[in-house]
């Protein structure tokens, strides 16, 4: 063994000369090492790819020429930006490679920003400085963000463009998820512009819970508020039978008589079903609340609760009080004041007490709350924040109840608890957060929700937006959100407006619901004794659509403040409504706005002017429209209807002065021919 | 002596490996209880979603025999392009031989195949392909024009919410997915007809010009959407990706 070694010694370092020799060449080989990890770097191995790819397309000679060797770099000191990746992936600008299924050579696809402009990273994560697949895209030791998933990619819109973005409808919806559902009354959502996220779901107060409902139905519903309306936005607390029956009794024994006299049963439910169901639709409730049909279909809109098993859940009493006016009980809500008569609110609470569901109070039976069960009740209802979302007289709403979120979306992952088995990445952790909070650990109080897969990635988008790059851009590289309006009408007529909730459907300057037409330009719009009459007794435009607006049964005196308050103030500088007259326009000019209307704008496609013959149901009914709109009104819409209303389906026609005057000659003579073909 | 202590060693080592492979395992497929003959589609082929999230409807297959009653208890599993997950992944068949997985597409837009497989009787694969289409951001956005501008005309079907105009129409407009004459039509041609109404191209009058409405971006949007959803597809609609 020593010989061996000893002659090998002997062989390679004998003499000098050889011993020179050797040790030049182990040099030489060392020194070889970094061009040849050069040679065979990944990227190197993604070009030649590429180039191969490319050789036998019929565009192999414009491709070639677009080709550059070599690391490629976007450096962008602005933004912080030094991307590699265009390195690998070579042919992102190239939009003929679209038929191309793999990576990393797809082309990009349309996006409203340039490559050059905005990089990589800036939307996608990652470390934008690496040259290896690995360390690119993954987490490393060196690196925590990696690649964002692509289905999260709008979140990274949500980083400069603080207000609401046509181009990212999930973005958008998970904001509006965050203050629908609530998310932001425990968790403080601070955004890069200082102002904090409102709520916008509006959970009642609980100071009179006792004159509204019963103790067994807070039982069930605390339970499982999703067992008594599918819709429910409370989400479950997942509280044991005994936390529920402590919690309910508490609630009860807490909540204190509303003042006033509203205890007395003034008219009994009547019970005449058809005409329940008649009235429930002439007052288009249905516009708002929703209720199960046989076939287990929701049918109605989302704005108030659902009404599926109503009848379990309040009193008659409370129900008559909220029907004549459920400001009484609640000022703030979004329902309007219908002024019932007193046989109408008994037929309508006889149809709703009618809805109910004979299981869902049938097993619960509670013994009288002792006087350490309610305090319990109390104890857990500090505990779990009830008082975050709902005024519970003796409970104060408490401050930062839930970490804040503001940077929620790079939070350093060794900060938080992962479940076994998951990836451990923010996007991830979000995501499974919102989908089993409890699994995360023993005695965590955030409830279950009841979001579909396509709600949490929408959630989990708006919050991985809230980061500290998002909270650090200067100004200048963000877009502002668009202000919030608080806009309220002055006077006796605001006060109407606000008692009729006008502003839960319809929006004025800015502020209110989106389910009604804008009314901000409503007085150059509308003629003052269509408007009379509509406020009055409100027929429909619109003959496909199914929200529509109730009749109020305001008396002569409320519609003429409304409608004098409407034409004199909601008025648009663009239209002056006296500038045309609404009748005497020759003949001639009426019979070329015929020929116009259903030969070269063919809107009879959209709209009915004569009920014989024309079908179409998109836009408004135009059979009276010469005794509901101006003339000056129909003029301006034709020639550009987006500049009256934005975002209105009508088409611009871009149309000369000649054809929108014949057009409106002909439209204003559309006078609707006297009631009979309403009456029918 | 050697021996012995050698063979507890190897003894050791091979419950070492197979108790830390087993740690390793996924979740296991479940046992058939039977075999089908044939699977089809009962429902969710053929969506759309944007490109990496879920599809808006859960996927459900049904396993039949050769007389084509359902099957229940036989295995289904379910495979993609990668990128494309399965919730769940295999499942045995319910009392009414379907079984349903939520399916999340791939990151990339395109048309994306995917593949339920059972196993026959004679232990032989019988698949079933299923395609669904994912959209990319062009097209996502195309999507909401389509849905506010295009929908109520160029979709026959009704629903609660959205009542059609297709049926009220004289001269029947295209439904958008009608690949055999949308694909005739070339992309200017229907950029054309988008922006400057039927008449352009000597068609109906109740096709308005949108152009001083939609945005040149807008209409390029809206053409790349109809281009995703024809069926039979367009040349430009996209890669396939398929299961490798």
């Known amino acids: 063994m020593k010989k061996q070694l000893k002659s090998l010694w002997q062989k390679l370092f004998g003499n000098s000369v050889r011993a020179f020799g050797v040790v030049s060449l182990v040099f030489l080989a060392s020194l070889a090492i970094a061009p040849a990890k050069n040679h065979f770097s990944e990227w190197r191995h993604y070009q030649q790819g590429y180039l191969k790819m490319i050789r036998n397309r019929s565009d192999a000679v414009t491709l070639q020429r677009h080709f550059q060797g070599g690391i490629q770099q976007i450096w962008l000191p602005d933004l912080g930006v030094v991307d590699r990746c265009t390195s690998c992936h070579v042919g992102l600008k190239e939009a003929s490679l679209n038929d191309v299924n793999v990576q990393p050579f797809r082309p990009h696809p349309a996006i409203p920003h340039k490559l050059d402009q905005f990089g990589c990273t800036m939307c996608h994560r990652g470390q934008g400085a690496a040259t290896t697949v690995v360390e690119a895209h993954n987490s490393t030791l060196a690196w925590e963000q990696p690649i964002l998933p692509a289905k999260y990619i709008e979140s990274s819109c949500g980083e400069c463009h603080r207000e609401p973005l046509a181009g990212a409808p999930q973005l958008n919806q998970g904001r509006q998820l965050l203050s629908r559902y609530g998310c932001v009354h425990c968790h403080t959502v601070k955004l890069p512009d200082g102002k904090i996220v409102k709520p916008t779901d509006d959970p009642p107060s609980l100071e009179h819970i006792a004159d509204k409902t019963t103790r067994e139905w807070i039982y069930v519903w605390l339970k499982d508020p999703q067992a008594y309306a599918s819709t429910a936005t409370m989400p479950n607390f997942k509280l044991s039978d005994d936390d529920a029956r402590d919690v309910s009794a508490f609630l009860m024994a807490n909540s204190t008589p509303l003042p006033g006299d509203t205890t007395a049963l003034s008219a009994k439910a009547s019970s005449d079903p058809a005409a329940g169901a008649t009235l429930y639709g002439e007052s288009f409730c249905a516009s708002c609340h929703a209720v199960q049909n046989a076939a287990g279909n929701l049918v109605g809109g989302d704005v108030g609760p659902e009404l599926t098993r109503l009848g379990n859940k309040v009193k008659p009493e409370w129900l008559q009080e909220w029907l004549r006016n459920p400001r009484s009980y609640d000022a703030e809500t979004a329902m309007p004041h219908y002024r019932f008569s007193d046989p109408q609110v008994a037929t309508l609470s006889g149809f709703l007490l009618a809805k109910t569901d004979s299981e869902l109070l049938a097993n619960v039976h509670l013994e009288a709350a002792t006087p350490e069960q309610i305090a319990h009740g109390k104890r857990l209802a500090s505990d779990y924040g009830c008082a975050s979302c709902h005024e519970i007289a003796g409970i104060k709403k408490p401050e930062n109840f839930a970490p804040e979120l503001s940077r929620i979306g790079n939070k350093p992952v060794t900060q938080l608890v992962f479940l076994p088995g998951m990836q451990h990445t923010i996007p991830d952790y979000i995501a499974a957060k919102i989908r089993q909070p409890r699994a995360f650990g023993q005695g965590l109080k955030m409830p279950q929700y009841t979001f579909t897969p396509a709600q949490i990635d929408s959630l989990a988008t708006a919050l991985l937006a809230l980061n500290d790059r998002s909270a650090t851009l200067p100004p200048s590289l963000t877009v502002a959100a668009t202000p919030e309006s608080d806009y309220q009408p002055a006077g006796k007529a605001g006060k109407l407006m606000t008692d009729l909730a006008c502003f839960s459907c319809h929006r004025i300057n800015g502020h209110g619901g989106d389910m009604a037409p804008d009314l901000t330009w409503e007085g150059s719009s509308v003629q003052r004794q269509w408007l009379a009459e509509f406020l009055k007794n409100p027929n429909t435009l619109r003959p496909a659509l199914i929200r529509r607006m109730p009749r109020f049964n305001l008396t002569g005196g409320e519609v003429n403040e409304l409608t004098d308050y409407i034409m004199t103030v909601y008025q648009s500088p663009a239209v002056d409504r006296d500038s045309m007259p609404l009748s005497g326009y020759p003949q001639g000019q009426v019979e070329l706005g015929r020929q116009l209307f259903y030969g070269k704008y063919a809107c009879q496609g959209c709209h009915i002017v004569d009920t014989k013959t024309d079908k179409g149901y998109i836009g408004p009914t135009l059979t009276q429209v010469g005794s509901r709109l101006t003339a000056a009104w129909i003029f301006e819409w034709m020639k550009n209807p987006q500049a009256l209303r934005p975002g209105t389906t009508e088409p611009n026609r871009a149309m000369n002065d000649e054809d929108a005057r014949a057009l409106t000659a002909f439209l204003i003579s559309q006078k609707g021919g006297g009631k009979s073909e309403v009456k029918k | ?244």
Not at chain 2, 116 to 140: D, H
Request: charged share 15%; aromatic share 4%.
């Open chain 2, 1 to 244: 002596m050697i021996r012995d202590s050698l063979t507890v060693l190897t003894l050791l080592a091979a419950a070492l490996v197979l108790s830390c492979s087993h740690k390793t395992a996924f979740a296991p497929t479940p046992k058939p209880t039977a075999f089908g003959a044939a699977i089809v589609e009962s429902s969710g082929g053929k969506q759309i979603a944007q490109a990496g999230t879920a599809l808006p409807q859960p996927l459900i297959v049904q396993v039949n025999d050769e007389q084509g009653a359902a099957v229940a208890g036989a295995l289904v599993e379910f495979s993609a392009a990668p990128g494309v997950t399965f919730d769940p992944a295999n499942g045995l068949t319910d009392s009414s031989g379907q079984v349903t997985t939520n399916v999340t597409l791939g990151g990339l837009a395109g048309r994306y195949q995917l593949t339920a497989s059972t196993t026959g009787k004679a232990l032989k694969k019988v698949e079933l392909r299923i395609e669904e289409i994912a959209l990319g951001y062009q097209q996502t956005l195309g999507r909401q024009l389509n849905d506010q501008y295009c929908e109520r005309c160029h979709n026959p079907e009704s629903t609660v919410e959205r009542v059609s105009n297709f049926d009220n129409l004289e001269i029947k407009p295209h439904p958008l997915t009608d690949g055999d004459t949308l694909n005739k039509i070339s992309d200017a041609d229907l950029s054309a007809i988008i922006s400057h109404g039927g008449p352009a191209l000597n068609k109906s009058a109740l096709m308005p010009a949108w152009g001083n409405t939609l945005s040149k971006s807008d209409i390029q949007a809206l053409t790349s959407y109809i281009r995703a959803i024809t069926d039979p597809p367009n040349r430009n609609a996209g890669p396939v990706y398929a299961k490798n």
